[in-house]
């Protein structure tokens, strides 16, 4: 049949459901990068873990690849714009670990809770220090929890066993989602300063990196304990060292870091602070998960058939012209994400034209994807999408007309005051943003978006552009939309890295500037 390059170890029950379907599993473990390039050619599936960089020195050497599987969550190494342009599918095992990152999410809370590490070193060493390692109870005391997705959920539910009280940040989860859960939702300041506890379960994007800061972190009161097994980033590393060695903050406990691996974090060695290195999917049953769900997927790749788990489905089967639509719709959910501060009950996708012609559940899946994929910390498929969108009390309603005058088919998503539209270009068969609410525009989407609103007076684009100019960043692409008013007017440019909190909230202090919002499309 096909040979299926495992340059990794995974779960031997995955290798054998490969086997077992007639294909030849080449496993070659620890190869220099120079030999993955000559080991890939003819394979027609490679499937790694975290080490193996999948560049595209590797997705060019492997002219015959069908299919690149990642056996568990992250894709840091997997190079998924080159191999979407090689129409090579690339899929995950997005579901593999969600209840590992629970359960170690609770064994950091209680090691910290009652100092287990530094009383194992300090007795290890011979050293009996009963009294000086006096713990806390979690009993009636209060968890803060950033983040309702599937790992904080399950997190709350398990931590509300041991008498905790919970209450949450998540903008994207309902008030009556919450209550079925009894979980109180409170503004993010109001939490940290509530909390005992606090736990963080939410995506690292640019609207949640430094999300607890010194500022954050002085709201705090002094027996606050700090977890995060989601993603480093989320919690500025020296904000939070400085304030536990101040005791402005009790203790933490860190699974994750900035940059990965590393033994010099500003956390590692500060007492009070439990650290692990980045362990929250490292159990023998998430592992075993991981490498029968890639097998799972790979095979369907293989087979032809539709891969729920594909990061970039428009390398796959999908037919007609819905398929072209796909990465439209994907994107403008992250764009919709990005720009709205809560998701309202009911949205609206609408699909104009040819687009809207058939059944539309994957356009609707595709959007939810990109959307949810930009708000909760939970890996997001085409499998648990509709899912994770009803667990939040969503609903996106899918919309079909005709054509548009301008355009041969666009997409359209409204709801909670907020519309955004796009379609794919005839010229070069890149999705375009033609609309945010009532400006009209038109702009090729890119990985990183910058939105301001300001005012509709002169030299406001010279104000933004040198602005971004002094702090190094280089603008691609920019477009002005205006509104019939000629009121205020939306400024959607595109950059070639991510512009950092410090610039965005130094435009934001512009006289003029409105709103800046930052969106980071995978």
């Not at 209550?179 to 949640?208: C, N, S």
Request: proline share 4%.
């Amino acid at each position: 049949m096909s040979r299926v390059l495992v340059t990794e170890k995974i779960a031997e029950s995955g290798l054998d459901a490969l086997r077992a379907a007639g294909h030849e599993v080449d496993l070659r473990v620890d190869l220099s990068p120079e030999a993955i390039i000559a080991a890939v050619a003819g394979a027609r599936a490679l499937i790694v873990r975290s080490v193996t960089q999948v560049d595209q020195a590797v997705l060019a050497a492997g002219t015959d690849l069908l299919v690149v599987g990642r056996a568990g969550v992250g894709l840091d190494n997997i190079d998924t714009r080159a191999a979407t342009e090689r129409g090579v599918m690339v899929v995950n095992a997005p579901e593999s670990n969600i209840t590992s990152a629970a359960e170690h999410t609770l064994a950091m809370l209680l090691a910290q809770a009652r100092n287990i590490p530094q009383a194992h070193a300090a007795l290890v060493d011979r050293r009996w220090e009963r009294s000086q390692w006096e713990g806390v109870e979690v009993a009636d005391k209060t968890l803060g929890v950033i983040g309702l997705g599937r790992i904080g959920t399950l997190v709350a539910k398990r931590a509300a066993a041991f008498g905790m009280r919970i209450v949450a940040h998540d903008p994207f989860v309902s008030t009556a989602v919450a209550q079925r859960l009894d979980i109180e939702l409170l503004d993010l300041d109001d939490l940290v300063a509530r909390a005992d506890f606090l736990t963080v379960h939410v995506a690292k994007t640019p609207e949640t990196v430094g999300l607890i800061n010194k500022d954050r972190l002085a709201l705090a009161k002094p027996n606050l304990r700090v977890v995060n097994v989601a993603r480093g980033g989320i919690i500025d590393e020296v904000a939070l060292a400085d304030a536990v060695r101040a005791g402005k903050v009790a203790g933490a406990a860190i699974d994750v870091f900035d940059n990965e691996p590393t033994t010099d974090s500003p956390l590692i060695g500060v007492p009070g602070i439990v650290v692990t290195p980045h362990l929250g999917a490292s159990t023998r049953e998430a592992q075993d998960r991981a490498g029968e769900q890639i097998a799972e997927q790979v095979l369907l790749a293989l087979g032809g058939d539709f891969v729920p788990f594909a990061v970039n489905v428009a390398a796959g089967p999908a037919s007609g012209v819905l398929r072209e639509h796909l990465p439209l719709c994907e994107a403008l959910g992250g764009i919709y994400a990005g720009l709205s501060r809560t998701l309202p009950p009911t949205i609206d996708l609408e699909l104009r034209g040819e687009v809207g012609e058939g059944d539309a559940s994957l356009g609707r899946l595709s959007f939810l994807k990109g959307l949810l994929g930009q708000t909760s910390s939970d890996p997001v498929s085409y499998v648990n999408a509709a899912d994770l969108a009803e667990s939040r009390g969503l609903d996106v309603r899918v919309i079909t007309s005709p054509a548009p005058k301008d355009h041969v088919n666009t997409v359209r998503v409204e709801g909670g005051g907020l519309a955004v539209a796009g379609t794919i270009s005839t010229l070069d068969g890149q999705p375009r943003l033609i609309e945010v609410d009532d400006h009209r525009l038109e702009i090729r989407m890119s990985e990183n978006m910058l939105f301001v609103r300001n005012d509709d007076v002169p030299g406001m684009v010279g104000l933004v552009g040198t602005a971004l100019g002094d702090a190094g960043i280089n603008i691609s692409n920019m477009h002005i939309g205006e509104d019939d008013d000629g009121v205020v007017a939306v400024m959607v440019v595109s950059t070639d890295g991510l512009v950092p909190q410090r610039v965005q909230d130094s435009l934001r202090s512009l006289e003029g500037v409105r709103s800046v919002r930052s969106v980071r499309l995978s």
